[in-house]
């Protein structure tokens, strides 16, 4: 059984709501408690992208895992807890039907808020039902339904109990239903036999229960009604806008918690005609900024969940200490060596790359062209080859030819290039801090030994459970969905993961491939803006990615890309918002700062979990500004057919023959 | 439990005990050419236009007093890309944006109920607007009709054969769709898992979870190597479909058979509180669900959900190999 399965809270049953929460609080989550404290009267969207834990936390508060925590007694609930959370899933209303031009605009709008009045009160009733029989004060029960009655606008039907009233909201809401349904098949639009009574005034229900409820089980006055709504992203915008009058209209002893993705809080409209105000009628959560910002917090939060989850398959007492020794870790020297024992004998593909970019300019005929080489001259490549080579450690050798490389984009003689490389080489073995090797290793040794584990095909890059919080970055589902395709591909290779042994790095390869490939493929992206998104951010990997991997790479750890406000314009303006909005690159706060007086630059990241698709770095470091045309190339929908000729014209100032001076200023800017 | 709960699960298992409709008396022949010349007359021919030659063959071989084309605009043909027209021959390119907007304008015009013996050719339809045809024409009480469908030989590029643009999001088709008020905690979904895995994530995708999904395959399929095709595809929405979901199969031009593997999926699960259904494959297989939600889904917790695209391809199949006529009875 693969102990991390299941990914989404919303698969969870509400005993393994209860079960597998871990408790993002204390010294470094104060925050979020405090934030988040059900007995707060003031309403709060509580937003997130996609697995960031918004649902696992949101049904933490609902009544049927209040009752699991306390030991299924509703009375200790409300005494300990002092609230009765109502959780339901906005998503569940089918709410397109509602948007349908068959039933006309004014109609649509009513039978919606109809609808979720009868909706929430079921809910809402369902839970009163089951305190009212756990505390056994059903002697009270038929005053509260006679109250209940009065609320509706007429109503010829006797309740003398809550299920009664609960199976007339049933009725009267399929009544909705079968408008929606007829008016999907009339031809004729005026007909009208099949018109739903509206019994209940917009908010009654769902306003007033709560307040019935603490006047006949005045024991219990101060609790709270905490309306959970999730998936508020799932609505239309006129839906939206009853749900937040609902906020502006509440009324002790009710409040409002909504969840939804960070792309569906569109609008704060009442039908007031007034807008709510944040920290006034609502304050706002952005769930998985605080986890990204909360680092080691969130560190331990995920190994918290490892070991949660762990429980179903190890018994606690067989845990290990460090749970990063459950998989095997990268070691660099053995790497190597592997590499070196593999081509022995045999040209590396980056002296290969290194034969062939020289065997290019020996050709030609003019001397300038050639920075010395002798016309056709197979020696003097041999004679730079030989120069340069490090047999014993392959990535000392990547080291070198970067330097060469980058003499090389200085239009400098190459063969005594090879000859100053190889002097800084051997200063480097002496007293490395004097040596260029130094700064090399510094900004460039990720990229470069990248460049070497990809050009031999060996693996290794990505291992290990801090890399799987890295890459996870805020978004615990990411982190558990690693973990889940891990397993899958240690059994696959035949380990017994966690059993016995440890897991591989191809598996954890394997695994977090899987991983990156599914989060791309899941981002529930949609028509033609969706198909862009895709093109774009596979364009702006493919460029940051052909930096990382050219011959001098213009930034270290290039993940990161700025846009001037200038250029943020229109159509890539909204294929960037869109990426964001779906978490395919995520916005640094810190970039928006004035470069100069007027000039405002966005930062972004492509997203940590894309990074294994594409081969780029975790972490970030080195930030590309992009110019007005690549931004047009990259993120523009009818500038994509430019985007190759941007690429190709980008990288030749990055990789021999240098045709492209430009880009060798930022390298020498990092170099200072 | 309340009156409204024991009713739903009482109505579930009644009508499951009484009724067992048995699908696969339907009947279903494959025609040759000279078949539909030589077929009595229809009164009405309908068939959906695209770039398939051997739609537009069949159109133009059956043997009908009137005959309509359909034009959706999903497809965004030209006027110089209709078809050229016999005097018998009439069409429809309703200006609406969706296609099933198209079929309800269609309806108006066309006074349908005045035929009586009807036919329609279901392989040039989109899904969602197949669905909603038939479902409007049970309710306009038609009784009985002829279906014609046309396989494949292949599709255009395969497995990676581009059927539509990226979809929307997964909604309801008019008219099939009722929820249970009270839960949604036994959710069911059964999905016709076709080539387009993004149309799968979308469907998966439509609820934050289910407690039980089911994929029906084609199989047989209606080539051989379609089915590891289509199981290669559907793989890569494994991640939103989850690996708890259970399989099953069911030819992939039968729609009786299909509709028979629905309800026997069904029957192990009638405590369900919605049953969401998604033809995502066949023409076929989707008017097997459509067939399924007429005879025992309306008036219940049963919805079709579907997610449609802006614009689909003009053209995704070559060749022509069988040709199926069912004869369905709508309830």
Redesign the interface.
């Known amino acids: 059984m693969n102990p991390f399965s299941i990914t989404k809270a919303s698969d969870f049953s509400n005993e393994d709501i209860a079960k597998y929460w871990v408790d993002f609080t204390g010294s470094g989550g104060k925050q979020l408690k405090l934030l988040l404290n059900p007995l707060d009267s003031m309403p709060k969207f509580i937003l997130g992208s996609k697995g960031c834990g918004k649902t696992h936390l949101l049904r933490y508060h609902d009544y049927p895992i209040q009752k699991i925590r306390n030991g299924n007694n509703a009375k200790d609930v409300l005494c300990n807890e002092k609230y009765i959370g109502i959780y339901f899933l906005l998503g569940d209303l089918n709410s397109t039907r509602f948007n349908r031009e068959s039933l006309g605009n004014e109609r649509r709008q009513s039978l919606f808020e109809y609808y979720m009045e009868l909706f929430i009160s079921i809910q809402v009733l369902l839970v009163i039902k089951d305190i009212i029989n756990s505390l056994g004060v059903q002697d009270r029960e038929k005053a509260f339904c006679h109250d209940i009655k009065n609320e509706f606008i007429s109503l010829d039907y006797v309740f003398n109990e809550l299920d009664d009233v609960i199976d007339c909201l049933c009725t009267l809401q399929k009544e909705i239903d079968n408008e929606i349904v007829n008016s999907d098949l009339a031809l004729d639009r005026s007909d009208n036999r099949f018109l739903t009574k509206i019994l209940i005034a917009r908010g009654t229900f769902i306003l007033n229960i709560p307040l019935l409820f603490t006047k006949h089980f005045a024991e219990y006055k101060n609790i709270r009604f905490l309306y959970i709504l999730d998936e508020y992203d799932k609505i239309s915008e006129s839906q939206k806008t009853y749900i937040n009058t609902l906020i502006w209209e509440k009324k002790n002893p009710c409040s409002f918690w909504i969840g939804s993705r960070n792309y569906g809080f569109t609008n704060t409209n009442t039908y007031h005609n007034q807008e709510l105000r944040q920290n006034a009628e609502y304050e706002k959560l952005q769930l998985d900024v605080i986890l990204r910002q909360q680092k080691k917090k969130y560190k331990s939060f995920c190994k918290q969940v490892f070991k949660t989850r762990l429980l179903d398959l190890v018994d606690k007492n067989s845990f290990k200490k460090n749970p990063n020794s459950y998989f095997e870790s990268f070691n660099e020297a053995d790497v190597l060596e592997k590499i070196n024992i593999k081509f022995q004998g045999k040209i590396k593909p980056h002296t290969k790359g290194l034969i062939s970019n020289l065997k290019n300019i020996i050709v030609l005929k003019d001397p300038k062209l050639r920075l010395g080489l002798r016309h056709n001259s197979e020696e003097d490549i041999a004679y730079i080859v030989e120069t340069l080579s490090v047999p014993e450690n392959p990535l000392y050798e990547k080291f070198n030819y970067f330097l060469f490389y980058r003499e090389w984009a200085k239009r400098k003689n190459i063969i005594e290039s090879s000859r100053f490389v190889k002097s800084e080489f051997e200063k480097f073995k002496t007293a490395p801090k004097l040596s260029e090797h130094r700064k090399v290793i510094e900004y460039y040794k990720n990229d470069l030994l990248a460049q070497l584990l990809e050009e031999t095909k060996s693996g290794g890059y990505f291992s290990g459970l801090d890399t799987f919080t890295d890459l996870s970055w805020g978004n615990p589902r990411i982190f558990i969905s690693i973990l889940k395709n891990i397993y899958k591909s240690a059994l696959y290779n035949d380990e017994k993961p966690f059993e016995d042994g440890i897991i591989s790095i191809e598996s954890q390869e394997k695994g977090i491939l899987e991983s990156s490939n599914e989060f791309y493929e899941d981002a529930e992206l949609a028509g033609s803006d969706g198909m862009n998104v895709y093109k774009a951010i596979s364009n702006i990997s493919q460029f940051l990615r052909g930096v990382r991997f050219s011959d001098i790479p213009s930034q270290s750890s290039l993940s990161s890309f700025s846009i001037s406000s200038n250029f943020l314009l229109n159509d890539a303006s909204k294929i960037v918002k869109l990426a964001v909005d779906h978490s395919f690159l995520i916005e640094i706060e810190q970039g928006r700062k004035d470069q100069n007086s007027s000039k405002i630059s966005y930062l972004y990241q492509v997203n940590r979990i894309l990074a294994p698709k594409w081969n780029l770095p975790i972490a970030r470091r080195g930030v590309i500004p992009l110019s007005k045309e690549l931004v047009e190339a990259i993120f523009n929908p009818s500038s994509f057919k430019n985007y190759e000729i941007a690429y190709s014209t980008y990288m030749s100032g990055l990789n021999a023959p240098f045709s492209k001076k430009s880009t060798n200023n930022e390298q020498e800017e990092l170099f200072k | 439990m309340?009156?409204?709960q024991k009713k739903a699960q009482i109505t579930n298992k009644k009508n499951f005990l009484n009724s067992v409709m048995d699908y696969t008396i339907f009947y279903k022949e494959q025609i040759a050419d000279n078949d539909l010349a030589n077929h009595s007359k229809w009164d009405l021919y309908i068939s959906a236009y695209n770039q398939n030659n051997r739609i537009r063959q069949i159109f133009s071989l059956s043997n009908a007093i009137e005959k309509h084309w359909l034009i959706f605009p999903e497809f965004d043909f030209n006027p110089s890309e209709y078809p050229q027209l016999a005097a018998n021959e009439k069409i429809f390119n309703e200006p609406v944006s969706i296609s099933t907007d198209s079929v309800?304008s269609y309806?108006?015009k066309v006074d349908i109920t005045k035929y009586s013996n009807i036919c329609i050719d279901i392989t040039g339809f989109t899904r969602a607007s197949l669905i909603y045809f038939i479902?409007?024409l049970s309710?306009l009480n038609l009784k009985k009709m002829d279906i014609i469908y046309s396989e494949p030989t292949e599709y255009k590029d395969r497995e990676f054969t581009v059927f539509s643009?990226?979809?929307?999001?997964a909604?309801?088709i008019?008219?099939?769709?009722?929820?249970n008020?009270?839960s949604?905690k036994k959710d069911l979904l059964i999905v016709a898992s076709g080539y387009d895995?993004q149309l799968i994530?979308?469907v998966a995708?439509?609820?934050?979870?289910w407690s039980t999904k089911y994929q029906i395959f084609g199989l047989p399929s209606l080539q051989p190597d379609m089915y590891q095709e289509n199981r290669f595809k559907a793989y890569?929405?494994n991640?939103?479909m989850?690996?708890?979901t259970f399989n099953r199969f069911a030819p992939a031009n039968d729609p009786f058979v299909t509709a028979q593997t629905i309800q026997n999926i069904v029957s192990k699960h009638l405590d369900y509180s919605n049953l969401y259904l998604s033809p995502l494959s066949t023409k076929a297989q989707t008017l097997g669900f459509i067939l399924y939600y007429l005879y025992e889904g309306i008036g219940k917790h049963v919805?079709i959900i579907f997610?449609s695209?802006?614009?689909y391809s003009k053209q995704t199949s070559v060749g022509a190999s069988k040709t199926w006529k069912y004869t369905i009875e709508l309830p």
Not at chain 2, 165 to 169: E, G, Q
Not at chain 2, 174 to 179: L, M, R
Not at chain 2, 205 to 209: A, D, I, L, R, T
């Open positions: 309340l009156l409204f309800k309806l108006k479902r409007m309710s643009n990226l979809p929307k999001y909604e309801p008019p008219g099939c769709s009722e929820i008020p009270l949604s895995h994530i979308k995708s439509y609820k934050k979870s890569q929405a991640s939103t989850g690996d708890d919805s997610p695209s802006e614009k």
